[in-house]
């Protein structure tokens, strides 16, 4: 069987003012785009939706509300109905029922991202006018999947909410007006599916003959950002959908584009940061993280120490949040106060700035639960921003995982969905790193698609579904060994295995020759100190260690209480009292201070040593340093000078000044102490009343939010059906007006709903007699039972026709007169039943139209017929006499009341040939139907077009003479359908041919 050729499926989002931006982006719709679009508002649950209607006016395209399991179609617009959600699987439509109790809702975001999952790079997603956040994540895992994004520019939209929002995130591929979206969407389609194709083999090429390669090199020269080590298939496809923005076909052409513009190449440095992430984001993965992993963390460390955690490739931040709120769950749990440090590394640094704001759209509502949402976020305007515990919880900062030494002493190490978008060796490299950054016990954190490889042995499984991990021992590797090298930190090798042979692209891991170097070098130099250098300490100016060169733990100790790392209180206590007045006086001086023989007390061992302290400064910064030599008395060391030195004097001059600043700033500090409990107080009360006038204020405003949305949906609806009715009843009122017609509405107790002007030339009535009973108005017609028929029409549903006389009263001399007789004006009144929708009759329709010309015209007609000498009949198409002359009549009246009530105005012509009796105008005594049968089926041919005319004579003797007549009947051709019949005497000339003929002829005939 022959199967239908993919098409793109279009999944547009709009809120508030976006009937507008839909009507017209439609209309720019091709009726044969070749495109499905599936359109997602926010719609009220208890108003039906008119969309259908709206939108079919400007597209040529079938639009349909969409049902559950629909197959989508190209070229159809799908409509989501009112309280549901919309979803796809296998390009079939998925309907879910919409829970009103859920708080903020989110459609647009449940279907794109559907969407997004269905159909990978096929997918295209735009965003209009719309107030809120609904849309971004939706846009950005279309951007994750290869798809195409779109948002309107804010600028024409009546609402930008929603579009700048989805702009804020980054990675649009298009910002245009409505109506010129369509066009981008269709290009971008018809290269969308030309490279739906499985990725061609690629074969080995020099580098500088490889646009492939080419292209990584001028990334690394713009951004620094090596993606040597790429995944081929993602690196291809990324650089594809830019090729596809930029309109071009070749790779060739591309890396010649990127080389003339640098902007191009940064946007797509980006297109290769993939930064899709969202709060808790594998919802189980994070419950075992909260269940079996954080606890145990918190359990066996006491106050004064500090879990480390390291999120590497953190994006915008929600995972690194995201753990340090389950830190703060899980502290309150157990009633522990540990100091928690999360490290949050990527290498893009706008992520890492956006990251460090904690502010995050409303959106996130759909993965936080409202009391999350409460305790660690607070909600300001249209952003939730991270509350301030959270934040000092957390470190940003640029770090490139193949160029930057890791973070060391590492408790948890998170880093999902990052190593899946490198090649093998380079993965390799980076799970060396995280074992060197962990303790021993330490946890790995990986995404679902991610393994430890070759690293297995060395790890114990936590969670094997959820990818959670416990180093067994720490790393033994050397760090210089693990670093990797970018291309540009290699030296050249001739005959490079390039692209084929190195299995990235611009160059490889640079074999072991390096990386042996360094590690040589690395131990030269730790013999190096190890032998000959002395123990020194780089401190600042707060007496802080900074750094700690050659092997001086037999001098420092670390004291009981909270963990410092000043000097002086690390040393012995005799060695740090002069350590500090030598370190105050090198300061102030800048001169070097030397000091030999000082008494060591409390360290075994070491019975003197001697100190050097030499001050200097960083050029550019101007920040103050100083190296403090601490040389043992048992160690042959350089000879230096002794610097004049009296420990007492010093000491008391020292002492001195110690107390009299300790006795100021306690001062100082008691009147600070009193001021803060009583503002701690006060600020304590207000805030407790503000915690509870906020959350209840921002549950009220979600709800407010999600309903206005959905009414302004609603009233845009309703506001476009009221500008239709507008039109429709002017053209109304102008067809009334056009065509002269009385007409009044009347309700079901005849109350006056609307009238036409017209109305007034026959009723009385004007504007204010609205609402007002018709039964108080005078009329200007001759209809006595007016009324009375309104209310029979009202009760039977039979409409009801009259012709009446209209009043024209006229001044005549000093009285009125009634202008009635051959100048009287006749109106025919029609009155009919109102129905509504469901045939219920709700009112009348009255209606008067002016027939007084028709009516003159009928005299002037029924005159002319009357001077003829003829007997004349006309009747309908179904043979009914409607009008007779004088000679009709007269001859009908002197053949008495039965032949005129037979043959009068009203009875059927057919009917009276056939009469077995006879009688009636011309009718008498003669052959039993003979002749009446003849006119019968004549004028029958006639009255069904089977002839145009018929023509008969007949006797019609009565008992005191006899007489013939000639019957002519002939077709009227206006439309009615009816026939004229004219009976002529031919009395005279019968008997003449008689006479002359000798013929004696007798007979009846029947008319």
Known sequence: MRTEPACCIVGIGASAGGLEALQRFFAAVPGDSDLAYVVVQHLSPVHKSLMVDLLAKHTAMEVVQATDGVPVQRNTVYLLPPAKHLSIEDRRLRLTAKDAGSGLSLPIDIFLTALARDQGPLALGVILSGTGSDGTRGLMAIKAAGGFTAVQRPETAQFDGMPRSALAAGQIDAILPPDELPAKLIEHARRALTRARPLPTRRPRDDGDDPLAQIVAVIRSV?????????????????????????????????????????????LYKEMLIGVTRFFRDEAAFRVLADKVIPGLLANRSPLDMIRVWVCGCASGEEAYSIAILFAEAQERMGRNVDVKIFATDIDKDSIEHASLGEYPR???????????????????????????????????????MRDPPFTKIDLLSCRNLLIYMDQPLQRKVLGLFQYALRQGGFLFLGTSETLGDLQPDFHTIDSRNKIYQSLRAGSFRLSRLLVPTVADLPSRPGGDGLAQGGSYGGGLGGGHALDEGAAIDEAIGALMKAYVPPCLLVDEQHNIMHVFGDASA?????PGGATLNVLKLLPSSVAMVTGTALNRAFRSGEEFSLSGIPVKDREGIAAIGLRVQPYAVRKTGRRFALVVLDRADVPTLPMRESDFDLNADAAERIRGLEQELLSRGENLQATIEELETANEELQATN????????????????????????????AEYQAKVEELTEITNDLDNLLLSTEIGTVFLDDDFVIRRFTPAAAGFINIIPRDIGRSIAH??????????????????RGSEPVERHVKLHDYRLHGSRLRDG????????????????????????????????????????????????????????????????????????????????????????????????????????????????????????RRMLDGEADGFTIEYPCHSPGERRWFLMHANRLNDGSGGIVVSHIDITNRKLMELQLGGINAGGTGKR
Not at 232 to 259: F, H
Not at 366 to 381: C, K, N, P
Not at 838 to 862: I, P, W, Y
């Open 555 to 559: 001098l420092l100790k670390l004291p």
């Open 777 to 794: 108005l005078s009329t200007n017609i001759d209809y006595p039972e007016f009324l009375a028929d309104i209310e029979a029409v009202f």
């Open 223 to 267: 951004t620094g950002v090596d993606f040597s080590h790429y995944k081929l298939a993602t690196l291809l496809r990324r650089i594809e959908r830019r090729m596809q923005g930029a309109g071009l076909d070749s790779m060739e052409e591309y890396a010649a584009l990127l080389r003339r513009n640098s902007a191009e190449t940064v946007s």
């Open 363 to 401: 959106a996130i509502a759909e993965d936080v639960s409202q009391e999350r949402l409460a305790r660690f976020f607070t909600l300001r305007g249209e952003t939730y921003v991270v509350a301030r515990d959270i934040r000092r919880m957390v470190v940003f900062a640029a770090h490139n995982i």
């Open 688 to 715: 407790e009343e503000l915690l509870a006038s906020n959350e209840e204020l921002q549950s009220t405003n979600e709800e407010l939010q999600s309903v206005n949305e959905e009414l302004y949906s609603v009233n």
């Open 820 to 939: 009635g007789g051959p100048g009287a004006r006749w109106v025919l009144t029609r009155i009919l039943p109102y129905l509504t929708d469901k045939s219920r009759v709700a009112g009348v329709v009255v209606t008067f139209v002016d027939v007084t010309d028709t009516k003159r015209a009928e005299e002037r007609l029924q005159s002319v017929l009357d001077s003829l000498p003829e007997h004349i009949a006309v009747t309908d198409r179904q043979g009914r006499i409607v009008m007779v002359n004088a000679a009709w009549r007269g001859f009908a009246e002197r053949n008495g009341a039965p032949a005129l009530d037979r043959c009068g105005v009203g009875t059927n012509y057919l009917d009276v040939c056939l009469a077995p009796d006879g009688g009636g105008a011309g009718d008498g005594d003669g052959e039993e139907g003979g002749i009446g049968r003849a006119v019968h089926d004549g004028l």
